[in-house]
């Protein structure tokens, strides 16, 4: 079994909301990723989790807070963010045990969000 | 600086056309994955490649590995409207971190 589960499938919030985005694995995978996509473009990388802790954070403004509550889950919170945040929200998961990014990636269906 | 550039950038053939796309890199990837990714769905692994010269066939898809680990192709024989999507290709290089390719997308006309 590779499957990624991502919940809700759509989403649409203001700007003044507090959304969360949930992604869950049963595949023992130790490293989780959240990416960002816009339309036709690759997916680019916001965070990463290894063994539960952030070992990744590629500049992403604070109003995305990550979190992991146990190695099969992996959250993202929403707060007031911008219509320029609309974007395919996609989670990953990879066995890598050591936390680098050295691994195949199995994706999520992802969550499309719409920010008016 | 993207590591991985991939081409062509957009691909518009019949059914039944055969295609080659190509993901490039001047850097030594450690292993070169392929993805297929529908509108609206999150990419779907095709194949993982980590030997050079390795080629690898999955029905009408073959996927090479070039000799020095730099650069990859897939070639789709007789495209069929179901191949439709946006082709990535990732890699993991020598440093272990790993990239996406800029991507490619598809349209197979019936």
């Known amino acids: 079994d590779t499957e990624v589960t991502q919940t809700p499938k759509h989403l649409v919030m203001g700007m003044t909301n507090k959304k969360s985005l949930k992604c869950e694995q049963h595949?023992?995978?130790?490293?989780m990723y959240w990416y960002k996509q816009k339309a036709k473009k690759p997916p680019e990388l916001m965070f990463v989790y290894s063994y539960e802790k952030l070992s990744i954070n590629e500049s992403v403004p604070s109003r995305f807070s990550p979190e992991c509550p146990n190695s099969s889950l992996l959250n993202l919170h929403l707060h007031a963010l911008q219509p320029e945040d609309s974007a395919l929200y996609l989670c990953?998961?990879?066995?890598?045990?050591?936390?680098?990014?050295?691994?195949?990636?199995?994706f999520g269906p992802g969550t499309r969000l719409t920010v008016l | 600086t993207q590591l991985l550039e991939q081409s062509p950038q957009f691909l518009s053939i019949q059914e039944g056309e055969n295609l080659t796309v190509y993901c490039n890199s001047s850097?030594?990837?450690?292993?070169l994955q392929w993805y297929r990714q529908e509108p609206g769905e999150g990419p779907v692994l095709l194949v993982t490649v980590v030997t050079g010269g390795e080629v690898k066939k999955l029905k009408r898809l073959t996927f090479q590995f070039g000799d020095a680990r730099k650069d990859s192709s897939l070639h789709i024989t007789a495209a069929q409207p179901g191949d439709t999507g946006l082709y990535l290709c990732a890699g993991v290089d020598t440093g272990n971190q790993f990239y996406f390719g800029t991507g490619t997308s598809l349209t197979v006309i019936p």
């Open positions: 850097s030594v990837f450690s292993s």
């Open positions: 990953a998961s990879s066995l890598t045990p050591s936390g680098v990014i050295g691994d195949t990636q199995y």
């Open positions: 595949m023992g995978h130790r490293a």
